[in-house]
């Protein structure tokens, strides 16, 4: 039951939390291992398992075999052992047998209580192995050349969408639905934020999902929820009894110090999401990706469901089905407004994603040099069903990824309280796992509009956009696929500030004709409904805590209020 697992869970940290304590007394491993033995905590069989997994605790497998041969080893190469261990006790901190259990533990309890899937633990056992052998996640500029030879979407064949009708009857499109936009200053699915006219990012994807049902009444429609956002979610959406669900999987926060599990109070904040990496443990642990299969299904298109642009493309549709390829990423090209987010590169002969958290500090200026790293992921995913199958069948049921190592606090609001790692890992980094099987596809900005900030969103609500007859937001013609700059400020970080900017939606100001925007100052802006912006954009309006209103009419240039 439930509560027999609570109280196990809460056996095994305070076991765990003694056995630190008295670690440092206790050298020889073989009387840490006595707890291991207790039948009411594991399994014979699950008591084995770190011992097995030992040798990756080390960074070297010979000195874990010497330091067990020799009980009194030669002053000499005791100095000499214990000035290598110095030397990587900063980057690996050392882990007990233990404490990996602590951790696998913790973990195979939240299966038992169907909070995550075995698909989960295998893929988090390589994340966390991976930590613990001093593997930072970092990527190199050493290691990766520009990926200077990308395919362009106006390459593919011309195709319409009647074309791929029976194409359309065997794909699946999945929205990754699982951020709560807490950035924003939301407290619910980001995907319920209203864009336009009184319609929120779901209202849009189901009237493109009905639009697309015109063409192909069997295509699939899946949507993949957090534990944070199911619930509003599946309110929204109660009468669409034609979307699936999926549930985003959940991990351990691991403590920085002993690499153990993290022991917050508040256990909800123990945990996190492993990132949209998850989709791939998600899609086969929850038995859909089989289900799938065995409904003849055979494509999938995978993007966020905060960018309305990512809908289904006919031409990179047939081309995924027609070619030789399994995994396509779409890419737009990279401007200054872009130079922090994550690009794409070459390592050998294969294609790979580095994002900003694997860039090492030394090579911040090379990451941001957006004329020599040209395409960004626009995290728009297409791939052959089968082959998605295959390919994590051949790594045991786990899709490998490059571990991204997030260094935080274990209350993300304290930050004095534990310091820990999230592991997660990006969606978009298989194109490295499937190697030559792999390619990129360079698209216009027409496919990628998603919102992250309220600058964001004001482009996304105004004139810029269009809405294009299969319900999708569009930049308009003339802006030649590039969407307005906007910066406005710390005021409008969070909705309520920006919906007090615009007057509640009675005030978008035109931005068709505007290249930036930018508001200075700390008192508080409201716009004047009939504004329109262009060209580049000023508004100082000095410090204090007066609201200021910007008079209607045309603005551009420096505008002092």
């Known amino acids: 039951s439930y509560s027999f697992c609570t109280l196990l869970v809460s056996k095994v940290v305070n076991m765990g939390c003694s056995e630190s304590k008295e670690a440092p007394k206790k050298q020889p491993v073989k009387q840490e291992a006595k707890p291991k033995a207790e039948p009411k905590t594991e399994e014979p069989k699950k008591a084995e398992e770190p011992k097995a997994e030992e040798p990756k605790v080390e960074e070297k497998k010979e000195e874990a075999a010497e330091e067990k041969k020799e009980e009194t080893p030669a002053p000499a190469a005791q100095e000499k052992k214990e000035e290598k261990k110095e030397e990587k006790k900063e980057e690996v901190p050392k882990v007990k047998a233990d404490m990996r259990q602590q951790v696998l533990l913790r973990m195979e309890m939240a299966l038992i209580t169907g909070d995550i899937s075995k698909a989960c633990i295998d893929a988090f056992k390589v994340q966390y192995d991976a930590l613990v052998g001093g593997d930072t996640g970092l990527i190199a500029e050493a290691d990766i050349a520009a990926a200077d030879e990308v395919e362009n979407l106006q390459q593919l064949d011309a195709t319409e969408m009647s074309e791929?009708?029976?194409?359309?009857?065997?794909?699946?499109?999945?929205?990754?639905?699982?951020?709560?936009?807490?950035?924003?200053?939301?407290?619910?699915?980001?995907?319920?934020?209203?864009?336009?006219?009184?319609?929120?990012?779901?209202?849009?994807?189901?009237?493109?999902?009905?639009?697309?049902?015109?063409?192909?009444?069997?295509?699939?429609?899946?949507?993949?929820?957090?534990?944070?956002?199911?619930?509003?979610?599946?309110?929204?959406?109660?009468?669409?009894?034609?979307?699936?669900?999926?549930?985003?999987?959940?991990?351990?926060?691991?403590?920085?110090?002993?690499?153990?599990?993290?022991?917050?109070?508040?256990?909800?904040?123990?945990?996190?999401?492993?990132?949209?990496?998850?989709?791939?443990?998600?899609?086969?642990?929850?038995?859909?990706?089989?289900?799938?299969?065995?409904?003849?299904?055979?494509?999938?298109?995978?993007?966020?469901?905060?960018?309305?642009?990512?809908?289904?493309?006919?031409?990179?549709?047939?081309?995924?089905?027609?070619?030789?390829?399994?995994?396509?990423?779409?890419?737009?090209?990279?401007?200054?407004?872009?130079?922090?987010?994550?690009?794409?590169?070459?390592?050998?002969?294969?294609?790979?994603?580095?994002?900003?958290?694997?860039?090492?500090?030394?090579?911040?200026?090379?990451?941001?040099?957006?004329?020599?790293?040209?395409?960004?992921?626009?995290?728009?995913?297409?791939?052959?069903?089968?082959?998605?199958?295959?390919?994590?069948?051949?790594?045991?049921?786990?899709?490998?990824?490059?571990?991204?190592?997030?260094?935080?606090?274990?209350?993300p609001v304290d930050k004095e309280s534990e310091k820990v790692y999230q592991l997660e890992s990006a969606m978009g980094a298989a194109i490295e796992t499937f190697g030559e099987k792999a390619k990129a596809v360079c698209v216009d900005r027409s496919r990628f509009a998603p919102v992250k900030t309220c600058n964001d969103l004001l482009s996304l609500r105004s004139d810029a956009y269009e809405k294009t007859a299969d319900n999708t937001l569009v930049l308009v013609a003339s802006r030649n696929g590039i969407p307005p700059t906007v910066v406005l400020g710390d005021n409008y970080k969070m909705v309520a500030g920006f919906e007090e900017l615009i007057c509640n939606g009675e005030a978008i100001p035109s931005l068709k004709e505007c290249d930036k925007l930018v508001v200075n100052g700390t008192c508080p802006l409201k716009f004047s409904p009939g504004t329109t912006f262009k060209g580049e954009v000023t508004i100082n309006v000095g410090e204090g805590s007066e609201t200021k209103t910007l008079p209607a009419g045309e603005h551009t240039g420096e505008v002092n209020i």
Request: hydrophobic content about 35%; charged content about 30%.
């Open 164 to 411: 791929v009708a029976e194409l359309l009857n065997k794909t699946v499109i999945l929205k990754l639905n699982g951020g709560l936009g807490t950035g924003m200053g939301l407290s619910k699915a980001k995907s319920l934020l209203e864009v336009r006219d009184g319609e929120k990012f779901l209202d849009f994807i189901v009237k493109q999902m009905e639009h697309l049902q015109k063409d192909s009444k069997d295509v699939t429609f899946m949507l993949m929820n957090s534990f944070s956002t199911s619930g509003d979610t599946r309110a929204h959406l109660r009468e669409k009894t034609d979307i699936q669900h999926i549930m985003q999987n959940k991990v351990l926060k691991i403590n920085q110090e002993t690499l153990g599990p993290a022991k917050h109070k508040t256990e909800a904040l123990n945990w996190c999401p492993p990132g949209h990496g998850d989709v791939y443990a998600a899609l086969l642990g929850s038995g859909k990706l089989q289900e799938l299969i065995d409904a003849g299904k055979k494509y999938i298109f995978i993007s966020n469901s905060d960018n309305l642009g990512a809908t289904i493309n006919p031409a990179i549709l047939r081309n995924l089905a027609e070619g030789d390829k399994d995994f396509i990423m779409e890419v737009c090209e990279r401007t200054e407004a872009d130079k922090k987010g994550g690009h794409l590169a070459k390592k050998g002969d294969g294609l790979v994603l580095r994002e900003s958290a694997q860039c090492p500090k030394d090579d911040e200026a090379e990451f941001q040099n957006v004329s020599k790293h040209k395409y960004f992921n626009t995290n728009n995913i297409w791939l052959k069903i089968p082959a998605l199958k295959a390919k994590m069948e051949e790594n045991g049921d786990v899709m490998k990824l490059p571990l991204i190592r997030n260094s935080k606090t274990v209350d």
